[in-house]
Each structure stands twice: as structure tokens, then as C-alpha cells.
């Protein structure tokens, strides 16, 4: 037992081993390809931050692969450690303790002890820099180490460093083949146990063994043990005893449960069932709930109180195999255990197996985790590329018509309106005329030192007090005529430059995105603000009434004037007065709209340039969007995808195996489908085994299996279970992929054939109708609905199934993919969105309707598929039939219209099959029925329907 025993450690030892090289390469390809991402300039240091992998993951990640694993033997003495590495070995490699000893032996000190494989045997005495000592061994032949070169002498206390050698054993041992290193701690060590278990573990992955040789332990093996559980608290430790403990007062049902998790150590590497899982889960709920102590000593043992008081779980952690199988996406994290007696000591098999497969799961769910965050980035990004290439030009085509528009309307509205303006002008001046003859009369002249009784001035101080008035009432004019025209304009200009504006600011945010500045954008939209203000506000108005100041002042240029008069309030009031009678309205109101006119010719001029200027760098800018969505679509995401596909694959083959692959249910053109009994707690399952023939294929096989596993579970999709890499497929040549998934009862073109009744038929189009919009609501389309593609359960319920040519709408590139019959017509065009699965649906609810699987009439006479796409382009479409009412005749035209835009939505398709089944049901004698032979007729498959067409 004890050389199978050995065996078997080797083998879980070889396997781990295998796997950390995939897992090696898995992680390289993985940070090779962030990396290029990272280089590639295309995302942000935000982006970037989140799809990497957090540096204490990719620290683990690496001593994993890059470090030995090390079998850590601690314990209460040094023959107890002996005689577990003498158990792992299959021989006495370590003296054992005499059976007449005395307590001095049982007490005795040993050095620290490291085997590691060796061509030959050979054993040295080496100090913490690595040079030995020969020269302080014993040199005689043997075949178990000299007890001399193994005890710590009390007399180096000239040389106290003598004491902490390491004795190194090379032995030529298929358990040490892969780099594997045994490590038994040092005993009665002086040292702190930090200390001590640090220079233990060091540069290794530490599998951790205690040996127990009393029933309880000291005060200070508890103090030891909970100085292991600050420096590792979820490493678990294997506690062996080397005696059988003592037999401990336990309830009925206890003793029971008790039993059943002890029997389990016996019975290694194998699985149990579920009436004993459940008696382990009842089991451990019974010791976590944290009883007093007084209860605690009544049922467990001494040595199980201990090491439950200092957190250890000392379970068999069988049920935690299961719960992951329950559960998956719960981290596999392995509890210690307690062998209570020696003769059960194999049962280590389990929890060094259980370890592996943690550290190898955890690595691989890092892994996964991180490149499903990237894809899930890329299909985000992607999404934002697509709507901006949509959208964009749709912003640039608005804001040409728009402008369009308001220079229009405001050029007609200052045709038009000239006549409003010159009332506007005439109501002004009689509503302000006599508070500007009050503030005239009350103006003081800057400038002149006029006399105080009113004496005649000169014709030159005469004048610059005529001037001054004439620039007062102007002044007042101009503004009081300015605020009324920005009154009779503002809800026009409100109304279309404020959606402008903000349609520019969107372009400018999205084209700053990628440049520093845009200069021209924010040019433009300052030339239109200023364009369309129209320069009527109060600061500005003088420009505007240019034309009308000066018309003002040669009117009163050319006045008759007599003698330079007396400057009191009369004559300023007779001034004003003459100022204001001799405007000519008409005059006035033709040059404010002339100048309008001239300032929005202007402003459209240059509002035009300065658009053709954006265009121009948007245009320039979605060329680089487009390239880079090629570029994410063709390059990046397929390598993050195989490497999200291959890490998950090596999860599941180390958790649950290869799924055995039994009889063949199904062939397609991608692959062979299998039964299978039972996988990862599912039962019964469907395995598709997929050979991809290149890297083509590998990547939208990785990208399908993505797709799949991303979307939430849902009762009309067939879900994906997990996925397994066959490398010895082919001799090693062509790996298989093997896709788990639940298995169903037949397909919906078997199921026809057999016969169905309406309502049935009716019912199960509404669940695939339910099926693609939840895929759509996903943003997926399916692009291959067809009969096959539609599996039955045991109670005629619907699911879709095949996601192979499942895409994000936005990472589609526009392939010809589908099934010739249910392909719509803009499929050959590379061009199309999520409407194609409408079209598909269409001619699906044909066949339903129907009730056989006959090819329709206007199909049949195309030989090849070439024919057939031809006929689909010019408008040939499935005949109606009998059988058929008008409610579901139109859903079927209008399903698979030629103008995707002309498909009705599933949402309202939805409720009206919902109709169509409860008006059959409340009457039953109107369903369609089928003539007999009309069942049975063209049982055979027709080729159009069967075959599926792929062009990259």
C-alpha cells in the first residue's frame, strides 16, 4: 500500500506539473496580448487599469509557475516527522525512534531537512549561503540517515551557526522527479515559528503537514499554530496522529456523523455521494456554530477542542468539491483536515490533490477573469465606435439643414418684416419722446464753461453743444429701438441656435476626445452665436444702426440755422424736437434690414467653411475609429479570447475531469455531438466536439464560446456548462474542443416531422420569439435560426441552441453566415443588424404553421444555393398555404419583408402570437389540421433547410 500510495503522489505531482506548463503559456499569451493592447495607443489609462490583472493575482500566478512545490513537514517532535517522511518515501529513509528509549531520545533535537532529487545519493550539510560542510557528517554507508548528522550537538557553541545547517539528501526518487522537495522543520528550534516556517517555504509552493504524536498539544505548538495562521490564514494543513486518540463522548446522531466523515478518510480520491455529502454539510454546520466551550469539551477531544479554538477546520472537505459543482463561480478553497489515526494517512492523497487543484483553479479563474474583462471592453468600445460612426454623420447632415433652415427663415423674416420694423421705429420715438425731451432739457454740456446768465456763445461752442445732443438722443434712440428687434427675434433665434449649439458641443466632445483641442469647432460655434445674435444688444447696437446715426447727422447738418441762440432748457428741447421730426422712418427701418441681410450673408459664408472644416476632421477621425474597430474585431479580441477559452477549459479539466463522450446524437458542418451521462453534477449532458481546422476557426470558436458563456442564464437559451481541450486529440496535432452542455429531448425539425399540434406548434414559436429577444436585449443577434437550431424539452418547450455564428451587433463585420432558406436578403449584402433574425423567424413560423418540414413550393425548383440566394434577392418568398388564417399570413409577410426597416419589432410580434393561441383556444374546432399524408410527406430532409453556408 505504501509504494501505491507513493505512486499516486507521484502522478497528482506529474499532472500539476503538466498543467503549470499550460498554465505558464496561458499566462504569457495573456500578458504578451495586454500589452499589445497597451502599445496600440487605442484605449485609456482608465480602460487599461481595469483589464489588468491585480499585481498580488500575477504574483501568485507566477510562484506557481515559476517555483517548486514543497511538502512542509512540521510537528510536535522529530519521530513523529520521521515517520511520515519514511511513509511518503516507501522505505526508512529516516531513523525511527528504538523501543527501548528513554525520554531523553523522545526529546532530542534535529536540524532542518531538505530532499530534493539527485542522480545519485548524496547528502551535505549546508549553511544559509549555500556552502557545505562535509567535512561535519558521518561518512559510512546507509541506508537510513545517520541519527549523528541529523541531531543539533550542544558543543558548537565555539560555531553556534553549525546548529542552523540545513542537512540536504539528494535521492534518486520518482516522488522528487518533478522538482518536488520534502522539507522536515527543524525541532526544538530556538527560533521564532514565523522565522522557522519562512526559511521553510522559501522560493517553494508549500504543501503543509502537522504530526501529532500526544493526544493535545503544548502551550506552545498552540502558539506555533497560531503564528501559522497569521502568516497563512487559508493555508490548509493536513494533522496526522501517529497513536489513535483516545475515544470521545458523543451524541447518537453525532457518533454517526462522526463515523461517515472519518470512513471518508479511507476511502481516497474517490467521490461520495450525496446522502454522505449531506451528512458532512451536517456535520460541519454542527462544529461552526461557535458553542461554548463547556459544550465543546462534552462531545470532541481533547486535540479536536484545541484545534478548533485556533480556527483550524479539521473536516473532510469532500463537500467542498461538491458545493463548487453547485456553485462555480465561489472561489475552491481547501480546509484542513485530521487523520486520526496513522493507518489513515494515505487519505493525504485527497487534500495534496484538493491543494493542487486549488492553486491551478484560482490561476486560471485569475486569468479568465481578466481576459473576459477585456472582451468585455471590447464589445463596450466597440458599441461606442459604432454609434459614433452612426451618429456623427447624422450630426454633421443636422446641423447643415438646421442652419439651412434659420438662415432662411431669418432672411424671409427681415424681408417680411421691414414694415413691423418701421412701426417698431415710430412707436419708439412717440413712447420715449417725452422723457428724452425732459433728460435733453436736464443735460449738462461736457466740456464747454458756458456763461451763467445765458449769453449768446460762439458758432463753434454752438456746434459741439449740438453735437452732444444729437449724440444723447441717438444714443437713447438706438438702444430703444435695438432691445425691441432683440425681442422680435429672440424665440426664433432660441429656437434653433440653442439646438445647434448643443449638437456642436456633442461633436466637439466627441472629437476632443482624440485630439487636445479643436479649434475649428469651437470657432464655429462662436461665428454662429455671433452670426445669428444678430448684434442687436445694447453694448453693440451702435453697429448695427450705423446707417441711421449717420443719416441723422447729415439731416441735421443741412437744418437753417440763425443766430447762435441762448443754451437754456427751451432750446435744447426745440433741438431734440427737430431731431426727432426729421427721421424718415422708412429710411431707417430699409437700412436696418439691409445690414441684417449683408451679416447673415456673412455669417452663413463662414458658418458653411467652418463646417466643411469640421467634416473634413471627423471624416479623418472615423477613418481611424473604423480601423481601430477592424483592429479590436480581427486582432485583439480573438487572442484575449482564446486565451479567456483555454484558461477556463484547464479550470474545468482540473475540477471535473473530461467528460466521457458516449453515443453520437448529432452531426453539423463544425462538429459531432455526443452524449454523455453525467459531467460536473449535470446530468444528462450533450458534448459538441469541435476540431477547428486554423486559427480562423479557433478564434470564432473562442469568440462563440464567450459569447455564450457571457449571457445570463435563461429559460429559452440551452446553456453552456463548461468546456474541455482534448490535447491528445489527433496525436497531439489537432486539439478537440469539447463544449458541455444540458441535453434535450429532440430538435424542432424532428419533432415536426413526427407531428404536433397547433396549438403546440403555436406555442413554441412564442418561446423562440422569447428566446431572440432576450438574445437581442443582450445585444447578440443569432444570425443562424432555423429549425434545428431550436430544441425540444420533454414537454414541447422551445430553446435556442447553436450560438456559433452569435456576434455583438457591433463586432460584426458584415460575413455571409447563416442557412441558405432563412437568410435575409441584406445577408449578401454585408450590411445588416439584428432585423436578419426577424427575417429568419419568418420563415421558421412558415414551417410551424405548416405543420411539415417540406420545402416551400417557390424553393424547390433551385439546384444549387447560388439559385436559390438569387431568387430570395428578387423577392420570391415561401407560398401560403391552405392551412394558414390571416393573422399568421401577415406576421409571416411582414416578417420577411425585403426593407429590414418594414420587419415589425418582436416586441409587438410577441403579443400577437399571444392572440393568435388564446383565440385558438377558446375555439379548438378552428385549428388547422393536416391530411395524413400531409404529415408524412417529404420526410426526408431537403438540403436548403439542413445546410449551413459560412463566408468569412
Excluded at 3 to 8: A, G, I, L, Q, Y
Excluded at 47 to 76: A, N, R, T, Y
Excluded at 105 to 113: A, G, K, L, N, P
Excluded at 505 to 527: D, T, Y
Amino acid at each position: 500500500m505504501t509504494k501505491n500510495f507513493s505512486c499516486e503522489l507521484t502522478k497528482l505531482f506529474n499532472e500539476f506539473n503538466k498543467n503549470c506548463k499550460y498554465l505558464k503559456r496561458l499566462f504569457k499569451e495573456t500578458k504578451y496580448s495586454q500589452d499589445e493592447i497597451e502599445k496600440s495607443g487605442y484605449f485609456d489609462n482608465r480602460q487599461l487599469s481595469k483589464i489588468k490583472i491585480p499585481c498580488v493575482d500575477e504574483d501568485f500566478i507566477q510562484k506557481i509557475i515559476d517555483q517548486h512545490l514543497g511538502i512542509i513537514i512540521l510537528g510536535q517532535n522529530c519521530w513523529a516527522k520521521a515517520s511520515v517522511v519514511n511513509e511518503l518515501f516507501g522505505q526508512s529513509l529516516l531513523p525511527t525512534l528504538p523501543p527501548n528509549h528513554n525520554i531523553e531520545e523522545e526529546q532530542c533535537s534535529w536540524r532542518m531537512v531538505r530532499l530534493s532529487y539527485g542522480v545519485q545519493t548524496k547528502i551535505s550539510l549546508a549553511l544559509s549561503n549555500n556552502y557545505e560542510l562535509v567535512e561535519n557528517l558521518v561518512e559510512q554507508p546507509w541506508h537510513t540517515v545517520p541519527r549523528a548528522n541529523l541531531e543539533v550537538r550542544k558543543d558548537h557553541k565555539e560555531n553556534p551557526e553549525l546548529n542552523t545547517a540545513v542537512l540536504e539528501i539528494s535521492l534518486n526518487h520518482h516522488l522528487l522527479w518533478n522538482d518536488v522537495e520534502v522539507i522536515v522543520s527543524p525541532s526544538n528550534h530556538n527560533n521564532q515559528f514565523s522565522q522557522m516556517y519562512n526559511r521553510c517555504i522559501e522560493g517553494l509552493t508549500p504543501i503543509v503537514i502537522y504530526c501529532i504524536k500526544d493526544n493535545s498539544l503544548t502551550e506552545k505548538e498552540q502558539d506555533d499554530l497560531m503564528a501559522l495562521r497569521k502568516i497563512a490564514p487559508a493555508q490548509p494543513v493536513y494533522f496526522v496522529c501517529s497513536r489513535p486518540l483516545p475515544t470521545c463522548e458523543l451524541t447518537e446522531s453525532e457518533q454517526h456523523d462522526r463515523g461517515t466523515v472519518v470512513s471518508c478518510y479511507s476511502r481516497p480520491l474517490q467521490l461520495f455521494s450525496y446522502k454522505e455529502f449531506s451528512q458532512i454539510e451536517h456535520y460541519q454546520k454542527l462544529h461552526n456554530q461557535r458553542e461554548p466551550e463547556s459544550q465543546i469539551s462534552n462531545t470532541k477531544s481533547s486535540l479536536f477542542q484545541q484545534l478548533y479554538g485556533l480556527g483550524f477546520s479539521v473536516l473532510c472537505q469532500s463537500n467542498q468539491k461538491k458545493s463548487i459543482q453547485r456553485q462555480r463561480s465561489e472561489p475552491y478553497e481547501v480546509g484542513s483536515e485530521l487523520s486520526e489515526s496513522f493507518d489513515k494517512f494515505p487519505s493525504i492523497l485527497l487534500l495534496v490533490q484538493r491543494v493542487l487543484q486549488s492553486f491551478l483553479v484560482k490561476a486560471c479563474t485569475v486569468l479568465n477573469e481578466a481576459c473576459n474583462r477585456c472582451l468585455r471592453m471590447f464589445i463596450l468600445t466597440a458599441f461606442d465606435m459604432t454609434r459614433d460612426m452612426v451618429i456623427t454623420p447624422r450630426r454633421l447632415e443636422y446641423i447643415c439643414q438646421r442652419e439651412t433652415e434659420l438662415y432662411t427663415s431669418l432672411m424671409t423674416t427681415v424681408n417680411t418684416k421691414q414694415e413691423e420694423i418701421r412701426q417698431l421705429i415710430i412707436s419708439t420715438i412717440i413712447g420715449m419722446k417725452s422723457d428724452l425731451l425732459e433728460e435733453v432739457a436736464n443735460h449738462q454740456f461736457q466740456g464747454l464753461n458756458l456763461p451763467e446768465k445765458g449769453e449768446l456763445l460762439s458758432l463753434q461752442d454752438l456746434h459741439i453743444c449740438t453735437i452732444q445732443i444729437q449724440n444723447l438722443v441717438l444714443s437713447r434712440l438706438s438702444n430703444a429701438i435695438a432691445g425691441k428687434l432683440i425681442g422680435s427675434v429672440d424665440c426664433l433665434r432660441e429656437s434653433f441656435v440653442g439646438t445647434l449649439v448643443r449638437c456642436l458641443s456633442n461633436l466637439e466632445k466627441a472629437f476632443s476626445e482624440l485630439e487636445e483641442s479643436v479649434p475649428a469647432s469651437s470657432a464655429l460655434k462662436q461665428i454662429l452665436n455671433a452670426a445669428y445674435q444678430v448684434d442687436l444688444t445694447v453694448k453693440t447696437s451702435t453697429s448695427v444702426l450705423a446707417v441711421f446715426l449717420e443719416k441723422i447727422k447729415q439731416l441735421l447738418q443741412n437744418l437753417f440755422w440763425k443766430p447762435p441762440p441762448r443754451i437754456d432748457g427751451a432750446w435744447k428741447r426745440r433741438v431734440a424736437g427737430d431731431m426727432l421730426a426729421s427721421l424718415n422712418e422708412s429710411r431707417l427701418a430699409s437700412s436696418i434690414c439691409t445690414q441684417i441681410q449683408d451679416q447673415l450673408k456673412a455669417s452663413h459664408k463662414q458658418f458653411a467653411t467652418s463646417l466643411q472644416q469640421l467634416e473634413s476632421m471627423h471624416l479623418a477621425r472615423l477613418k481611424c475609429t473604423k480601423e481601430q474597430r477592424l483592429k479590436v474585431r480581427k486582432i485583439y479580441a480573438p487572442k484575449i479570447a482564446m486565451c479567456a477559452l483555454e484558461s477556463t477549459s484547464l479550470r474545468d479539466m482540473v475540477l471535473f475531469g473530461v467528460p466521457k463522450l458516449e453515443r453520437e446524437i448529432g452531426r453539423g458542418q463544425y462538429g459531432v455531438v455526443y452524449s454523455c451521462e453525467s459531467w460536473n453534477g449535470f446530468s444528462p449532458c450533450a458534448v459538441k466536439s469541435v476540431v477547428p481546422p486554423d486559427d480562423k476557426h479557433w478564434n470564432d470558436l473562442a469568440m462563440e464560446f464567450f459569447y455564450t458563456r457571457s449571457i445570463a442564464e435563461h429559460e429559452r437559451i440551452v446553456q453552456i456548462q463548461g468546456s474541455v481541450i482534448d490535447y491528445s486529440y489527433g496525436g497531439g496535432n489537432t486539439p478537440a474542443v469539447l463544449l458541455i452542455m444540458e441535453r434535450l429531448q429532440r430538435d424542432l425539425h424532428s419533432a415536426i416531422k413526427a407531428g404536433l399540434d397547433f396549438n403546440t406548434r403555436l406555442k413554441i414559436a412564442l418561446d423562440v420569439i422569447q428566446g431572440i429577444r432576450f438574445l437581442h436585449s443582450q445585444g447578440l443577434v443569432h444570425r443562424d435560426i432555423k429549425l434545428k437550431n431550436v430544441l425540444l424539452d420533454n414537454k414541447n418547450r422551445a430553446k435556442i441552441t447553436d450560438l456559433g455564428f452569435c456576434k455583438p451587433e457591433a463586432m460584426m463585420s458584415g460575413s455571409i453566415v447563416g442557412t441558405p432558406i432563412h437568410m435575409a436578403p441584406e445577408l449578401f449584402s454585408g450590411q445588416y443588424d439584428n432585423s436578419v433574425d426577424v427575417y429568419a423567424f419568418g420563415i421558421l413560423f412558415w414551417y410551424l404553421c405548416a405543420g411539415h418540414v417540406q420545402l416551400p413550393c417557390a424553393y424547390e425548383q433551385c439546384q444549387t444555393k447560388d439559385q436559390l440566394w438569387n431568387c430570395v434577392r428578387k423577392g420570391s418568398r415561401p407560398e401560403r398555404l391552405p392551412q394558414f388564417d390571416n393573422e399568421c399570413w401577415e406576421l409571416m409577410e411582414e416578417c420577411w419583408a425585403g426593407d429590414p426597416s418594414k420587419r415589425p419589432l418582436l416586441g409587438n410580434v410577441e403579443p400577437r402570437l399571444v392572440a393568435v393561441m388564446q383565440r385558438y383556444r377558446s375555439s379548438p374546432k378552428t385549428c388547422p389540421r393536416l391530411k395524413q399524408e400531409e404529415v408524412f410527406h417529404h420526410l426526408s430532409s431537403d438540403p436548403f433547410t439542413m445546410l449551413e453556408f459560412y463566408s468569412g
